[in-house]
C-alpha cells in the first residue's frame, strides 16, 4: 500500500500568510501539516509516498528535500486547480495497481489510520466518517443499515450528520472514474462524486466512523483552533523547550512548545502558544497564538492573545474570551 498527500490547494483564505509560505507548510504545534501527515502515513507502515503539489509550491520540494531525504517521497505536479479526484488522476502511473492510502495536505487529524486500512481489506474504496453539527460544509454520508448508500458534497440539506473528513483509502478501481465523473458547479471533479459512482457500480465500500478531534486548516481562525487542540492533545499542561533556546526572565505557562534557537527574555508566554525556530520575544505577554520562525517581538503595548506572528507583521484573531 502506498500513501499520497495531496497539497496543491493555493491557501487563498489564509492570504497574505499562503503568498510566501504553502499552507501544508504552516506549522501546528510546532510541526507542519505535511510533516504530520508524513509521520502518520509511516506510522501506519506505508513507506512509498507522493506528495501532489501545483506548479508554485518548490517550498514543499524543498522542505521535503531537506527533512525527509531519507523517506521514499515522490513529487507529483497538479497543473490545474481541478478538484481532490482531478489531482487523484495524476497519482495512476505512481500506485500502479497498488492499493493506496489519501491524505489532504490542509487536514489535521489526531488519530490512527490504522482503523481505516483494517476496515478496507476485500473492499474497494474505505472513509473516514466522523459526527459534525455542521455537516453542510461537509462531503456527506448517508448510511442504512451499516451501509453507505450516498455521498454528497456540501449538501444545503443534509441527510445525515455523518461528515468525510478527508482520509480515505483506495483500490485502482477508483481511476474507472477518470471519463464517468463531470466538473461539479463549482468546476471541480468532486471525490464524493466518484465514491457514489462506485457505489451505484457495485464497488463495495466500508467505512469507519472516527471520534478523534480533526479540523482542515483553512482559515486563520481554524490554524489557530488547531493549534490549540493539538497543545492540549500531545502535551496537556507540559511545556517543551528545544535546544539552543534561551530563556531569561521567564515565566511560561503550558502548554507551550518553544522551537529551536529561540531568545526569550522578560516574557509571559501561556497557556497554549507555540513557537518557532529562531523567534526572538522580548518583553511580551502572549498567550493563546502562534509564534512563526524566526519572528521578532520587542515590548508591545498589552497582552497578544489570539494573534499569529510571521516573521513580518501580526494578525490579531477574532474571538471570545472563552476561545
Known amino acids: 500500500m502506498k500513501g499520497i498527500i495531496l497539497c496543491a490547494g493555493k491557501g487563498t483564505r489564509l492570504k497574505p500568510i499562503t503568498d510566501s509560505v504553502p499552507k501544508t507548510l504552516l506549522p501546528v504545534a510546532n510541526k507542519t501539516i505535511l510533516d504530520r501527515a508524513l509521520d502518520q502515513l509511516a506510522e501506519a507502515g506505508i513507506n512509498e509516498t507522493a506528495v501532489v503539489i501545483n506548479p508554485s509550491q518548490s517550498q514543499i520540494k524543498k522542505h521535503l528535500n531537506r527533512f525527509h531525504a531519507h523517506r521514499n517521497v515522490s513529487v507529483i505536479v497538479q497543473h490545474e486547480a481541478l478538484g481532490i479526484l482531478h489531482a487523484l488522476f495524476q497519482i495512476r502511473s505512481f500506485v500502479g495497481d497498488d492499493d493506496f492510502v489519501v491524505l489532504l495536505g490542509d487536514n489535521v487529524f489526531n488519530g490512527s489510520l490504522s482503523s481505516l486500512i483494517q476496515c478496507f481489506q476485500g ?4 472513509i473516514f466518517l466522523a459526527m ?10 448517508e448510511v442504512v443499515n451499516d451501509q453507505i448508500i450516498s455521498l454528497e458534497e456540501k449538501p444545503a440539506h443534509p441527510k445525515s450528520n455523518l461528515a468525510i473528513i478527508g482520509i480515505y483509502v483506495f483500490s ?4 474507472l472514474t477518470e471519463n464517468v465523473v463531470s466538473p461539479s458547479s463549482r468546476g471541480e471533479y468532486e471525490i464524493t462524486d466518484a465514491l457514489q459512482w462506485l457505489l451505484d457500480n457495485g464497488h463495495s465500500m466500508s467505512y469507519t466512523v472516527t471520534k478523534e478531534w480533526f479540523m482542515d486548516v483553512g482559515t486563520p481562525e481554524r ?7 493539538m497543545l492540549k492533545l500531545e502535551q496537556g499542561t507540559r511545556i517543551i523547550m528545544n535546544r539552543g ?5 521567564c515565566t511560561l505557562i503550558g502548554p507551550v512548545s518553544i522551537g529551536k534557537n529561540c531568545r526569550l527574555t522578560n516574557v509571559t508566554i501561556g497557556p497554549f502558544v507555540s513557537i518557532g525556530d529562531g523567534a526572538e520575544l522580548d518583553g511580551c505577554v502572549i498567550e493563546k497564538s502562534v509564534v512563526c520562525e524566526n519572528a521578532w517581538l520587542t515590548r508591545p503595548m498589552g497582552k497578544i492573545k489570539r494573534t499569529i506572528v510571521t516573521s513580518d507583521r501580526m494578525f490579531a484573531i477574532p474571538g471570545t474570551e472563552d476561545d
Request: aromatic share 10%.
Open 123 to 126: 473492499h474497494r474504496a474505505s
Open 132 to 141: 459534525v453539527n455542521n455537516p453542510q460544509e461537509f462531503g456527506v454520508a
Open 172 to 175: 485502482p478501481a477508483i481511476f
Open 223 to 229: 490554524w489557530l483552533a488547531s493549534n490549540l487542540n
Open 245 to 249: 533556546t534561551i530563556a531569561d526572565n
